[in-house]
Nanobody, 129 residues
């Protein structure tokens, strides 16, 4: 099992940047795909970005492509989400991990992330002028 703890959320103005962190502990070597999901008020959970932790391949939702990146620091067992923000990015952001790399390569991650095994508690991001 993998324990995930997110941090770095906050309230910012449009055009500003935030970096979310996801610290992983436990059987991290067994998690081949990691990602970020978000849930806006009144909306369903959606995938934001995923990373194949060994191959380094990344995939992004169309709404964030070009504005978000998903780097990792293997030495620190930490996944990041670097964001340049718009008001529509407001929501609760969750880090998740999947045992199989296939979770990154099927489009199911763009939805509710049913193929992901471990989830963090979430961190709130609010973008408002």
């Amino acid at each position: 099992q993998v324990h995930l703890v997110e941090s770095g959320g906050g309230s910012v103005q449009p055009g500003e940047s935030l970096r979310l962190s996801c610290a992983a502990s436990g059987d991290t070597y067994e998690r081949r795909c990691m990602g970020w999901f978000r849930q806006a008020p009144g909306k369903e959970l959606e995938g934001v970005a995923v990373l194949d932790t060994r191959a380094g391949h990344t995939f992004y939702a169309a709404s964030v492509k070009g504005r978000f990146t998903i780097p990792q620091d293997n030495a620190k067992n930490t996944l990041y989400l670097q964001m340049s923000l718009k008001p529509e990015d407001t929501g609760m952001y969750y880090c998740a991990a999947a045992a199989g790399s296939y979770a990154c390569y099927t489009d199911s991650w763009r939805g509710s992330g049913s193929q992901f095994d471990d989830w963090g508690q979430g961190t709130q991001v609010t973008v408002s002028s």
